[in-house]
């Protein structure tokens, strides 16, 4: 196969925030326009630092007072300048180039394929990576919620590892591969509300080797933050049901056990 000399960048890290919002309509020219003082309240950075674009969810109409409102469902993004251009210096100088930058969530969805759904189901894609878990939730390919959570990953646990063990990093995240999650541990759930089968009510872990115990504890977090985001996202949405499909991807989403 042919390299190709063009290719895009997908980036997710704690220097891009993405927002869903609800915003009043307005045309599309002038929206994109507005955007920079619709955002402003949401970020801490200066506007003229970022670069800034979103993504229309869905336009929906209210009644108040016998008037109607149309609003805009958006997810926007915003990302620092100086972080993004740093991704792309790299790249030019690896002798390619920089056609399209996008958020890591949106990049997973066009890498997964997602046949037409029913509007009322959506599909759930996990990346647990080593420093970042992103979460999108999509109905047939158009994203409907975005959620990355910086600072959680695998490289957690090979820290923690380490730290308390006295282990060096290589030998922690060997040991943590080689064990990975013990089958001992089972979780108890209440009737069915939540998208995992019930909501959690305990975990009980079986006597194990303390790091086993640790790699335990430390995934089980994580995946606690995964459950309580898919659930959240379908009880705000009120027009998705279900997930009919959760697709785990990423280095962290390889540790046995784990799906």
Known sequence: HKFVKQVALGLSN????????????????DFKKALPYYVADYVSDPVD??????????????????????????????AKRKMVESFVDAVQAANLMPVKVNITPFALIAATPHP?????????????GADMINVVCHQGGQPVYVRTIPGAGG????????QHFGW???????????????????????S????????PV????????PEQ???????????????????????????????????LTGGGAAMNGLA
Request: charged share 25%.
């Open 14 to 29: 704690g220097e891009v925030v993405v927002r869903m919002v609800n915003l009043e309509w307005m045309e599309p020219a």
């Open 49 to 78: 630092e970022l670069y800034l674009d979103y993504h229309q969810v869905s336009e929906t109409v209210t009644e108040e007072d016998g008037k109607q409102h149309r609003w805009n469902t958006i997810l926007f993004v915003a």
């Open 116 to 128: 037409d759904l029913n509007p009322e189901t959506a599909e759930a894609i996990i990346d647990m």
């Open 155 to 162: 490289n957690n646990v090979t820290r923690d590892l380490a």
């Open 168 to 190: 060096d990093w290589d030998d922690a995240e060997a040991r943590k591969i080689a064990l990975g999650l013990s089958s001992t541990v089972t979780t108890e759930t209440t």
């Open 192 to 199: 069915d509300q939540s998208v995992f089968g019930g909501n």
């Open 202 to 209: 305990g975990v009980h872990i079986a006597p194990e080797t």
């Open 213 to 247: 115990v640790m790699i335990n504890q430390r995934m089980g977090m994580l995946v606690q933050e995964v459950r309580s985001t898919l659930d959240f996202f379908l009880n705000s949405n009120k027009l998705v049901e279900a997930l009919t499909k959760v697709t």
